[in-house]
């Protein structure tokens, strides 16, 4: 049997991760009622991680969940995990905020008493091949509906439309599935958000369309300014994904992935585009620039 790599801290004890143990009435584990952050590191430092904890008290604000640590606090358990791992060349980080020990029932516990539980493990590499060539992604019949009932803007641990909706794409040989609103529109990727490229004009949901409001994506917005390239925020349609010049996904641990073909449709003439290898080298290159500065919020640019 495999042994799981990497480190754990939970309830103030660091841990290896195969010795990790979260109590069965935890309410994260019985109905996902928790909020996470995916963190990944550059030069062994957790990268915008002050911009991944406001974001974790946001979503724990809107769910009503405690998050009594400071934001020294997250550092610290951060850098004790990474420490604990310096053999590995990179990581990622998840941080978690659980509403803790659940009773009998659904109503609140009173007290809540929240629980953080944070690991970190190897970061798993992507296939060069696949920012060299593209991936497929697949519009699948499962949707992300407007009236769900967490905020699409909360990173919470309900996530089993997007795993339903991934399975249905990976069995289409896709390698990200998108998720549609109610409307019908594109509101983004299972773990991404996505970007359109059409006559020079780069094209995103806005933080209004049901989205997530994704870190990776911000700084590429923030980079796409700084280069003078046309930018609008809107709805997009599978019509102009499939009239795309070019589309790409953003996220932490994909950074910008060019997307190659739209089901079985390609998309344009060229993968990556040329306007997705400027954000792709730009990207490369800002980043080496806040990892070397420690920079922790983009707000400090």
């Given at each position: 049997m495999a042994t799981a790599r990497g480190f754990a801290f939970v309830d103030g004890v660091f841990?290896?991760?195969?010795e990790?143990?979260?109590p069965i009435t935890d309410r994260g584990f019985l109905f996902a009622d928790s909020v996470f952050e995916t963190v990944r590191t550059y030069q062994r430092k957790p990268f915008l991680l002050g911009d991944h904890l406001d974001r974790l008290r946001r979503s724990a604000d809107t769910l009503q969940i405690p998050v009594p640590w400071s934001d020294q606090h997250f550092g610290e358990v951060v850098a004790g995990l990474l420490s604990r791992g310096a053999q590995q060349a990179e990581a990622v980080l998840r941080i978690m905020v659980t509403r803790g020990?659940?009773?009998?029932?659904?109503?609140?516990?009173?007290?809540?008493?929240?629980?953080?539980?944070?690991f970190s493990r190897p970061l798993p590499a992507l296939d060069s091949v696949l920012y060299r060539e593209g991936v497929k992604v697949v519009l699948p019949e499962a949707a992300r509906h407007k009236g769900q009932a967490v905020p699409a803007d909360v990173k919470s641990g309900s996530y089993l439309a997007a795993v339903l909706a991934l399975a249905e794409a990976r069995l289409s040989g896709g390698f990200e599935a998108l998720l549609r609103a109610s409307d019908g529109a594109v509101s983004e990727a299972t773990t991404s958000n996505v970007f359109v490229v059409r006559d020079g004009v780069l094209m995103?949901?806005?933080?209004?369309?049901?989205?997530?409001?994704?870190?990776?994506?911000?700084?590429?917005?923030?980079?796409?300014?700084?280069r003078d390239l046309k930018i609008v925020e809107e709805p997009i349609y599978e019509s102009?994904?499939?009239s795309a010049d070019e589309v790409f996904l953003t996220s932490s641990i994909k950074e910008v992935l060019p997307v190659n073909s739209v089901g079985d449709k390609a998309v344009g003439s060229d993968c990556p585009g040329?306007?997705?290898?400027i954000l792709m080298d730009a990207f490369a290159a800002q980043v080496e620039v806040l990892s070397r500065r420690g920079v922790a919020r983009l707000s400090e640019l």
């Open positions: 841990s290896s991760l195969a990790a143990r979260v020990d659940g009773g009998h029932g659904l109503a609140f516990p009173e007290p809540q008493r929240s629980r953080l539980v944070v995103t949901p806005g933080l209004s369309d049901h989205i997530l409001p994704g870190i990776t994506r911000a700084l590429v917005l923030s980079i796409a300014r700084s102009s994904l499939l040329p306007i997705t290898v």
